[in-house]
């Protein structure tokens, strides 16, 4: 009996399943720790100039200052006269020393770590800069327009989405540049200049950025095993010892994990176009369904929920960048990639109006823009619209 709890209790304590699944990973080209991501750390003059961007934008937006309907207004409402006192109100010499340092943004992402601990505390340094800039393209002068534009789409650029906290404050940050776009769209539409086109190249990011969270979030979950604090990021999974039938658990289920981490990294990296990716997903659900009473079971269906806020939240935002660049250029709108034939996204009209467009989404099956159907708005908010009888080219 004794023997028995000492070799279960070594068990517990082992590591060879992990090296196992790292040369099973190194065997795939996934990357097993930080060395092997390919991260390249900024240079120190980035750093600084991150901090002093970090440091100095609560000054000019922060909760305690700013009259509570700049934090609630949306698109397709009037913008509040408080937003526009608020911003005239800032010292314009710290603006500009400040809007400075965000021209001085490289484009490219910004790496702020040397090693996993320090990746792992990654943050949204830049959110609410990201707000700042959006709530500037709202209230300037048509003639600085593309100006702003430009600063917040260089800020979106040099945020790294590799990791799970950082791909939310990205995705955010693209959402305002949206919004901010649709507060602007009649002027726009005037004169687009080379928006549409950055529109375009920011929406390709999106497509390269599923399969780095994935790797980054592999080498995060393998290395929490080996240092024996382990589980998932739902923290559904107790650490070890803290309950003997969950350590034996965990022991037992963290390979199948991180095997199907590895399995998804792999098939995003394989199938680059959104229906691969949509497919994949699918047929993962069904299949973690099968094993929802197994003891891995609920791990497995709280990864594949991950995978699919991930996902649709990716192809999303990629839906909505290319409808905004296809729109200013009078383009045929795209393809809607959740729809099971190939068709473009779905006008929206009110009162004979069209005022947006929308797309299937996840369950494939055209709802007239009601029930599980993502609305786009261009024009106006959804409020009841009613399926175009005229053709779905804009």
């Not at 791990?299 to 909505?320: G, K, N, P, R």
């Amino acid at each position: 009996m004794i023997l028995g709890v000492i070799v279960l209790w070594w068990w517990c304590h082992s590591t060879n399943d992990l090296e196992t699944v790292r040369a099973e990973a190194r065997a795939a080209q996934i990357p097993t720790d930080f060395t092997e991501m390919g991260l390249v750390t900024s240079s120190p003059e980035l750093a600084q100039l991150v901090k002093r961007l970090r440091d100095t934008c609560p000054r000019f937006y922060s909760s305690r200052e700013t009259p509570d309907e700049l934090l609630g207004w949306t698109a397709f409402t009037p913008v509040p006269e408080a937003l526009r006192s608020f911003h005239l109100a800032k010292d314009s010499n710290k603006m500009d020393a400040w809007l400075v340092d965000i021209d001085a943004l490289p484009g490219s992402p910004i790496i702020l770590a040397h090693n996993l601990d320090e990746w792992l505390k990654a943050n949204g340094w830049a959110y609410a800069s990201g707000i700042l800039l959006a709530q500037r393209i709202v209230v300037t002068d048509e003639q600085h327009l593309g100006q702003e534009l430009t600063q917040l789409t260089r800020l979106i650029d040099s945020l790294d989405a590799s990791h799970p906290e950082s791909f939310w404050y990205r995705t955010r940050t693209i959402k305002l540049l949206r919004l901010a776009i649709i507060a602007r769209l009649p002027e726009l539409m005037r004169n687009p200049g080379e928006l549409p086109e950055r529109l375009r190249r920011l929406a390709d990011t999106l497509s390269s950025q599923l399969p780095a969270l994935y790797r980054g979030i592999f080498v995060a979950e393998l290395a929490s095993f080996a240092n024996g604090r382990g589980g998932p990021p739902n923290n559904e999974w107790p650490r070890p010892m803290q309950r003997f039938p969950a350590a034996i658990s965990g022991r037992q289920g963290r390979g199948p994990y991180l095997r199907q981490l590895m399995e998804i990294a792999l098939r995003l990296e394989q199938g680059r176009d959104s229906r691969s990716r949509i497919a994949f997903c699918r047929h993962l659900q069904s299949t973690l369904k099968k094993q929802a009473e197994a003891e891995i079971g609920p791990v497995l269906i709280a990864l594949q929920d991950d995978l699919y806020d991930h996902l649709v939240a990716s192809i999303s935002q990629e839906l909505s960048l290319r409808l905004l660049a296809n729109e200013l250029t009078g383009s045929t709108w795209p393809q809607d990639v959740f729809a099971l034939n190939e068709t473009p996204l779905q006008r929206c009209e009110r009162d004979g109006r069209m005022i947006g467009a929308y797309s299937v989404g996840w369950n494939g099956i055209d709802e007239g823009g009601a029930g599980d159907d993502r609305y786009f708005g261009l024009y106006g908010p959804l409020e009841l619209p009613t399926p175009a009888t005229t053709p779905t080219t804009p």
